[in-house]
């Protein structure tokens, strides 16, 4: 499979058997591919790095070095996840690098999302570079791209993979997953042994929360749209719609709004509810989301959320919207 093009007469993976005849032949092609190298990994925690970890783990053990680094627009409870699954339950080789301040400082004031997008991207590189000339022996570069990825390659995802590292540093590519969609992951991870809650871990894009607190990024906003963000997948979990929605998820722009608490006028921001449905991310159609639950979800935003006096939810499919905002 080192070609970029999915073969027609490939059968899509939906079944645990389908799964564990795709790992069987990628931890033999990882071996001979890597033999008795190193291979470096960014890993996210999103669905697709978590998973090409766990194969690579199942594939190389210790070969593999995992570096993870927090640069702060992580939703709530992610980067905890990351260490305990890999580190403590999988024995992963895990590098875990504490980022949040040195983004948070370069990110503010920047409100254009495209050059928010480069400043993450360009100092996601720069410390994984650091990390990287930390390691002795690497002599691959594993990356968590899927089909899609390769699909809309043309600039739409110049966040997404660890291009432009320096040419002293230019490592042989492992993408075991590169052609899989989104839901044949999926059925890989589980295949594998990750916890479901990973492997059905909501997409979210390479910036992370930094392309979803709306314009210039603020800790204050950025807390908020966290928080806000917790609440709908906790209600989501609760209800029956973390199976059923492809993709949900909060984003608050950087505009206030006149409310009342307590008795009192005062100015707060929009938390903005996105559900979108989708099987390959490049077209997505709008959830039917019951009003009671939304009523709900509101209520418990606004009593405790600090900041936040409103919750809109966003009808707009792709095309004509994108699933980002930003």
């Given at each position: 499979?080192?070609?970029?093009?999915?073969?027609?007469?490939?059968?899509?993976?939906?079944?645990?058997?389908?799964?564990?005849?795709?790992?069987d032949e990628?931890v033999?092609a990882?071996?001979?591919q890597?033999?008795?190298?190193?291979?470096?990994l960014?890993?996210?925690?999103?669905v697709?790095s978590?998973?090409?970890a766990?194969?690579?783990?199942?594939?190389?053990?210790?070969?593999?070095?995992c570096?993870?680094?927090?640069?702060?627009?992580?939703?709530?409870?992610?980067?905890?996840?990351v260490?305990?699954?890999?580190?403590?339950?999988?024995?992963?080789n895990?590098?875990y690098?504490d980022?949040?301040d040195?983004f948070?400082?370069?990110?503010?004031?920047?409100a254009?999302?495209?050059k928010?997008r480069?400043i993450i991207?360009a100092?996601?590189?720069r410390v994984?570079e650091?990390?990287?000339?930390?390691?002795?022996?690497i002599?691959?570069?594993?990356?968590?791209?899927?089909?899609p990825?390769i699909?809309?390659s043309?600039?739409?995802k110049?966040?997404?993979?660890?291009?432009?590292?320096p040419e002293d540093?230019?490592?042989?590519?492992?993408?075991?997953v590169?052609?899989?969609f989104?839901?044949?992951?999926?059925v890989?991870?589980?295949?594998?042994?990750?916890?479901?809650g990973?492997?059905?871990?909501q997409p979210?894009?390479?910036?992370?929360?930094?392309v979803?607190?709306?314009?210039?990024?603020?800790?204050?906003?950025?807390?908020?749209l966290?928080?806000?963000?917790?609440i709908l997948?906790e209600?989501?979990?609760?209800?029956?719609?973390?199976?059923?929605?492809?993709?949900?998820?909060?984003?608050?722009?950087d505009m206030?709004?006149?409310?009342?608490k307590?008795?009192k006028?005062?100015?707060?921001?929009?938390a903005?509810?996105?559900?979108v449905?989708?099987?390959?991310?490049?077209?997505?159609?709008?959830?039917?989301?019951p009003?009671?639950?939304?009523h709900h979800?509101?209520?418990?935003?606004?009593?405790?959320?600090d900041?936040?006096?409103r919750?809109?939810?966003?009808?707009?499919?792709k095309p004509?919207?994108?699933?980002?905002w930003e």
């Amino acid at each position: 499979m080192q070609n970029n093009v999915r073969p027609e007469s490939m059968e899509r993976i939906t079944t645990k058997a389908l799964a564990d005849a795709f790992i069987d032949e990628q931890v033999k092609a990882i071996r001979e591919q890597v033999g008795d190298k190193k291979v470096l990994l960014a890993l996210s925690g999103g669905v697709d790095s978590s998973v090409v970890a766990a194969l690579l783990i199942k594939a190389i053990g210790k070969q593999l070095v995992c570096v993870h680094v927090n640069h702060g627009l992580l939703r709530k409870g992610e980067p905890e996840q990351v260490v305990k699954v890999f580190r403590d339950e999988m024995d992963a080789n895990l590098v875990y690098v504490d980022a949040v301040d040195r983004f948070l400082d370069k990110l503010a004031g920047v409100a254009e999302p495209e050059k928010k997008r480069k400043i993450i991207g360009a100092e996601f590189i720069r410390v994984f570079e650091e990390e990287a000339r930390k390691q002795e022996g690497i002599s691959f570069l594993a990356q968590g791209t899927i089909y899609p990825d390769i699909l809309e390659s043309d600039g739409v995802k110049a966040h997404h993979n660890v291009g432009g590292l320096p040419e002293d540093l230019q490592f042989e590519l492992v993408e075991p997953v590169k052609l899989l969609f989104k839901d044949e992951v999926r059925v890989v991870g589980e295949a594998l042994g990750l916890p479901h809650g990973m492997v059905y871990r909501q997409p979210f894009p390479g910036p992370g929360l930094g392309v979803r607190c709306l314009g210039a990024i603020t800790r204050d906003r950025l807390n908020a749209l966290r928080e806000a963000d917790a609440i709908l997948r906790e209600e989501f979990d609760k209800n029956g719609l973390a199976g059923k929605v492809w993709q949900y998820f909060i984003s608050v722009p950087d505009m206030k709004s006149v409310g009342v608490k307590d008795g009192k006028r005062y100015e707060g921001w929009p938390a903005i509810i996105r559900a979108v449905n989708t099987t390959d991310a490049m077209t997505a159609t709008i959830e039917e989301i019951p009003y009671t639950l939304l009523h709900h979800i509101t209520a418990r935003i606004t009593a405790e959320v600090d900041g936040i006096n409103r919750v809109l939810y966003d009808l707009t499919p792709k095309p004509v919207g994108t699933i980002e905002w930003e």
